[in-house]
C-alpha cells in the first residue's frame, strides 16, 4: 500500500513565514525574503537591508536571516509537519540562504509548543535587570539551545564578564568612531511610524557606569542621551562557532534564536550585544585562539520589565509571489 502525503496547506506555511518575521535582526533591518513552492520556502537575503558601516562583510545580516530560519523551522513543526532544510541550496545564488521544507505531518512535541510559544514574547530589552543569579540549570538549558543548532555557548565567569565588557566598551567606542556611523544610525532609528528600524521607545537609557555597551540610537536634536544604573554583575553569554563562513553565520543566527527563544520561555529578558563582534581587533580577543572558537554574539541575560513588541514590514513586503522575479 502507498501512502500519500499531503503537503500543507499554503496558508498554513503562509502563516508559519508570518510567524518567522518575529525574528529579532540587526537594528530591526530584517533582512529577509520568502517564497513559498508548494511545501518548500525559500529563504533570501535582503540586499536592501544591509548596513555597510556597522556590518561590512554582511556577517550580521547572515545572523538575522539564520534567526528567521530557525523561527520559520519551528513555526512549521509547530503546525504540526517536521520540518528539513539545507543552507545555500543554490551555489550559484548566494543570497538563497535556505531552502525549508514541510516533510510530513507529526505530532506536536510539547517542547515544541512551548518554544513556540515565546516566539511573541521573546524582545530586546535594552533596560537595567534585577541583581538576581540566573540558575545554573537554566544556563544549561540555554547551552543545550546553542549547541542543538551546532554553535556554543558560554558563560562568563565574574573575570571573564569584567574582561569581555571592558573589551566591549572599547569596540563600541571604536563603531561610534567610523566614519558614516551616524548617518547610517539615523536611517535605522525610526522616528515616525514606519514599519522597519528600532523605534525611540525600544532604545533604553545609557549605563550611568559605563559599564554596558548598550546599543545607542538617534535621539532628537542630537541631544544627550538619558542614563540609568544597570545591574552591576550582568550575566554575559558568548554565542560562537567553529567556523566562520556564512555558513556558520547562518548557523549562529538559529542558534541565537533558538538561545533567546529558550531564554524567554524561562521568563528571562535578553539583549544581543554585537559590537565587541563589529570590531575585528576586540572579537579576536573575545575567545583564547587555541579553542578554534569563533565569537558571534554577546547575549545578556536577566530578569527585566516588560517591553514591547517592535514593528515589523508588512507580509506583502517580504512574501514574493511564486512568478516574481528576485534581482539576482
Ligand atoms: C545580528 C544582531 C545584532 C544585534 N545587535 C544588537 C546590539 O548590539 N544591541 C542591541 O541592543 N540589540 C541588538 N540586536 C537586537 C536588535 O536590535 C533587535 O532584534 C531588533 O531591533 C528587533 O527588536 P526585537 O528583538 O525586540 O524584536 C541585534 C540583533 C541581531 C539579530
Known sequence: MTTTISPPARDVLTECVRTATAAPSLQNSQPWQFRIRGSRIDVYADPSCHLPVLDPDGREHLISVGAAVFTLRLAIRRSGYRSDHVLFPDAGRPDLVARVTATGPSPVAPATEALAAAIPHRHTNRWPFAQTTVPVAVLDHLREAARREGALLAATGPAGRDAVLRLARRADHQVRARP????????????????????????????????????????????????????????????????????????????????????????LATMPISQPIEEPSVRRLLLDPASGLTAQMLVRVGYGRTVGRTPRRPLAEVLLSTGRRRPT
Open 180 to 267: 558614516g556611523y551616524r548617518e547610517e544610525l539615523r536611517r535605522w532609528t525610526a522616528t515616525g511610524p514606519r514599519p522597519d528600524g528600532v523605534p525611540r521607545w525600544a532604545a533604553g537609557p545609557q549605563d550611568s557606569w559605563d559599564a554596558l555597551p548598550i546599543r545607542e540610537f538617534a535621539e532628537p536634536g542630537g541631544g544627550p542621551h538619558p542614563s540609568d544604573r544597570f545591574e552591576p554583575y550582568p550575566t554575559i553569554l558568548v554565542l560562537a562557532t567553529r567556523g566562520d563562513q556564512p555558513s556558520d553565520w547562518v548557523r549562529a543566527g538559529q542558534a541565537l534564536q533558538r538561545v533567546l527563544l529558550t531564554a524567554t520561555w524561562h521568563g
